[in-house]
């Protein structure tokens, strides 16, 4: 929430299937200068009107959904004309000797780290659900090498 402009956003709707992630929002929640309302648990059935929103935001949300693809048909549904969808994920690396190991330890890392898949190239995800992409940036961040790859982009409806 420190990243939204509260001069432009008028209000967060907030989906998280991580009971606990409400708990741990509260204190930036409570600090925000804007309503958050919480709508639901599962991104691939937002109970919103088509083309209510102006824009959606994947953080480290795309690698965990189990149906990516409905979800991201549902950030599609919902977003105005000209709206975008903003995403910073975390994914298969570009490295092909890393890309193998995520692909080793993945079977074991999904059922300790809730669902996340290492091996989703999130810009590929975006594309193949009717997204142009406006920006996409791969960065890394501190960790283990399977972990470590970044997909930063911003999307509209193709």
């Known amino acids: 929430l420190e990243f939204y402009d509260p001069e432009r956003v008028t209000e967060v709707l907030a989906v ?3 009971g606990g992630a409400r708990s741990l929002a509260e204190r930036r929640i409570g600090d925000f200068a804007r309503p958050v309302r919480w709508i639901g648990l599962d991104g691939a059935d937002l109970p919103l009107d088509d083309h209510s929103v102006d824009t959606v935001v994947a953080a480290f949300t795309l690698c965990t959904i189990p149906d ?4 991201l048909a549902e950030a599609r549904r919902v977003l105005r ?3 975008e969808l903003r995403y910073l ?3 298969l690396h ?3 000797k890393v890309a193998r190991r995520q692909r080793r330890i993945e079977k074991v890392w999904k059922p300790l780290a809730g669902g996340c898949h290492l091996t989703r190239n999130a810009d590929n995800l975006v ?6 992409l406006r920006r996409s940036e791969h960065h890394s961040m501190p960790g283990p090498s399977f972990s470590t790859a970044l997909y930063e982009g911003v999307a509209v409806p193709a």
């Open 127 to 132: 594309r193949d659900a009717g997204f142009e």
């Open 81 to 83: 004309p000209g709206g």
């Open 94 to 96: 570009a490295d092909p």
């Open 89 to 91: 994920e975390h994914g």
């Open 16 to 18: 998280d299937p991580a």
């Open 68 to 71: 990516v693809a409905t979800a």
